[in-house]
């Protein structure tokens, strides 16, 4: 089994800014909420900067795959991941790879939403992750295989109480899987509001 994985860095958290951010999209706003079973989480995505990346995202929750879907990886201070596995975790399966458009100028600011992805700089597919503060060392440096980085395609612009409620959930084993949360964060369903 293909489990995308994320080095684990552990960190304080830091002030929830994202003018800078969005400063750089100016153009197509598109937003996605997360309808999850502790409430609402919205995305603005940032088409004019990682067009791939957001049209990969979309084409998922257009088609319903993020349905039924945890956040099956949850580190506070680090990020909570999701978007690949159903409750009974089962891999769903997934279209072909797409490239990495880390090198777009995105950071990863706390409230920022990154693709998750192997050691293969251009592994991502469908899961995800929300980063809980400013994780610099996943940004892009350089076209190589230790530079890529994690692409960032959109941020939090509502619900990001709903995500740092997620930190608060004790986390555990189970099975191969780590950092677990104890109770099971679903994507209920996944729209596009414009």
Not at 50 to 68: H, M
């Amino acid at each position: 089994m293909r489990r995308l994985l994320l080095i684990a860095l552990l960190g304080g958290y830091s002030c929830f800014s994202f003018a800078a951010q969005s400063a750089m999209s100016t153009t197509q706003a598109t937003q996605v909420k997360l309808h999850t079973s502790l409430g609402a989480i919205t995305l603005q995505l940032f088409d004019d900067k990682a067009p791939e990346t957001v049209k990969n995202f979309k084409t998922y929750v257009q088609d319903g795959f993020y349905d039924g879907t945890i956040f099956h990886r949850v580190i506070p201070g680090f990020m909570a991941q999701g978007g690949g596995f159903t409750s009974d975790f089962e891999q769903k399966k997934t279209r072909p790879s797409i490239q990495n458009e880390a090198n777009n100028g995105l950071k990863n600011h706390r409230g920022s939403v990154a693709m998750a992805r192997t050691p293969d700089p251009h592994s991502a597919t469908a899961q995800f992750f929300i980063n809980y503060k400013d994780n610099d060392f996943l940004d892009y440096t350089s076209s190589t295989p230790n530079g890529w980085g994690y692409a960032v395609f959109g941020e939090v612009i509502e619900g990001m109480d709903v995500v740092d409620q997620m930190a608060k959930i004790p986390t555990g084993k189970r099975g191969m899987f780590q950092d677990v949360p104890q109770q099971t964060i679903v994507i209920e369903r996944a729209e596009i509001l414009r």
